[in-house]
């Protein structure tokens, strides 16, 4: 098992400049999902991809999109940076079984992202 | 809709001593609820899960949780803390959508 890689670690960005973070999913992990963690806070969920379509999205504004490729790997893009939007994002890859259920998810170390 | 409630932001222990953390749900379905730890800079790993079954549940580092639905509780406990366990942990349930939804997190400070 390789586990969850995400890039960059870190970043730094403008108020309304475009980010796109990046994910490998944990070999054998079908479906992504993208957390928003807030200092101090719990992650937040945003969106989920299973075999590369949207399979559910949390509270967030369309200016947060993702995508997930064939080989299951995933970006998240985000558009006219706030500075609201500094905080760690967490990718988490799940394999489906068990009857289809996924129990638990494999988090990734994250991408600190700053928005000054 | 799921969601948790993680009672105190902070819990202080010795070395040695009982570890509580303590964790509320709220569901409409019956919840699968999850233990997660993160250590500074990292992402999460998974303490221990509770989807069916045995009520009692053991995960990682000697930790165990025990899911009580008249309580609607599944608190996580350790007998003898460590220092290593000083950590942020993250208490979560999902329902239907299979997706969690994590509580704001309790750090857990291990004193000498």
């Known amino acids: 098992e390789t586990g969850v890689t995400q890039s960059p670690t870190h970043l730094i960005k403008t108020r309304g400049q475009q980010v796109t973070l990046r994910c490998s999913s944990q070999s054998g992990h079908n479906t992504v999902s993208w957390y928003q963690q807030a200092l101090g806070q719990g992650p937040q969920f945003i969106f989920q991809?299973?075999?590369?379509?949207?399979?559910g999205r949390g509270n967030f504004p369309p200016r947060f999109s993702g995508l997930q490729f064939p080989n299951y790997s995933s970006e998240l893009n985000v558009n006219a940076l706030e500075l609201d939007d500094s905080a760690l994002y967490l990718c988490a890859s799940s394999a489906p079984g068990q009857g289809g259920l996924n129990y638990g998810y494999t988090f990734g170390s994250g991408t600190r992202l700053t928005v000054v | 809709a799921q969601s948790v409630t993680q009672l105190g932001s902070h819990v202080s222990v010795s070395e040695g001593a009982l570890v509580l953390l303590r964790c509320n749900y709220s569901?409409?379905?019956?919840?699968?609820l999850f233990w997660y730890v993160q250590y500074p800079n990292q992402g999460l790993q998974l303490l221990l899960k509770?989807?069916?079954?045995?009520?009692l549940v053991k995960g990682i580092n000697g930790f165990e949780a025990e899911f009580k639905k008249s309580e609607t509780s599944f608190h996580l406990t350790k007998p003898s803390a460590h220092m290593s366990d000083a950590a942020e942990y993250f208490c979560?349930?999902?329902?239907?959508?299979?997706?969690?939804?994590f509580g704001r997190g309790t750090s857990l400070i291990v004193h000498p």
């Open positions: 991809y299973y075999r590369e379509e949207e399979n």
């Open positions: 979560a349930s999902s329902g239907g959508s299979y997706i969690p939804t």
């Open positions: 569901s409409s379905v019956p919840p699968y």
């Open positions: 509770y989807t069916t079954g045995a009520t």
